[in-house]
């Protein structure tokens, strides 16, 4: 009887962000341009605090508009670690924008980079001493890779889809027969609007859609409330995951700190004592009017 059962065991390949709607360019290329200057942000995220070599993600990103021309350019670097096994890329980006009206625009962009995934045996110790699978070396893979998107915008809302992993390239760590690992293509879905209450409030409701093959989708739902255009406050639900509680200040209108806490809502939350992930960027001034 026990042969005739079968267990799958699957999970997301893609980082995981909390405070997603200032993480907009790492997760559609599109947004290269949409703004009238560059940018520069940085983002950590320390995951399941209190689990030895739990997962860390680290992303930096420039990204900004043509002077004169209706296009964006950036690019990005990541870095993800859990335990022994590893993920880095590195990706370049441009994008185009249109006018579809007076009050809506439309961007597509398109990144493309390398992906080096690597599994560290030496930090791995096996039950069975005498199995070899992994002969205690490091095992690395670096294969291109690719992502697309699409960015409607207007002055008070935001609605944006893209596609990461396009290629699907099979990863070959270290034999032809038990080496492969397949990249699976992500859908993200997003979207957000503005709400002004008054001049000195603005409310911000955001929600971002994950899919991938096997992998039930995965639904962020945000709210943020900002005061002055200088502080804000914020919650986001994730579904069969956690909730998150945000905070952060804008100084001088270019200066942004951002910091987020999760705590569990799955069975996982047991075992670690919640996540914390920062965010630090900068606004430099226009250059397109």
Known sequence: MFFL???VVAGQQMSTYSQFMFNNYVLNPAVAGTVNHYQIRADSRFQWAGI????QTVSFSVFGPHAKKPMGFGGYILSD????????????????????TDAIRLSMGLSFGMLQNKVDGTKITLYDPNDHALQESVYSSVV?????????????????????????????????KNGLNKLKTHFYLMGGYIFHAGDDWAIEPAALYKKTAVVPAQIDLNVKVTYLDKVWLGATWRS??????????????????GYSYDIGINEIRRYNSGTHEIMVAVHFN???K
């Open 81 to 100: 670690i859990t335990g022994p096994t590893s993920r880095t890329g590195i990706y370049g980006s441009y994008a185009y924008n249109i006018g579809l």
């Open 5 to 7: 059962l079968a267990v």
């Open 144 to 176: 291109p890779d690719a992502s697309v998107g699409a960015y409607a915008y207007g002055e008070n809302w935001y609605a944006g889809f893209s596609a990461f992993q396009l290629f699907a390239n099979s990863l070959k760590m270290y034999d032809e």
């Open 286 to 288: 226009d250059i397109k």
């Open 52 to 55: 030895v070599e739990g997962p």
């Open 240 to 257: 069969s995951d956690a909730i998150a509680l945000l905070v952060g200040y804008i100084h001088a209108g270019k200066y942004y700190f």
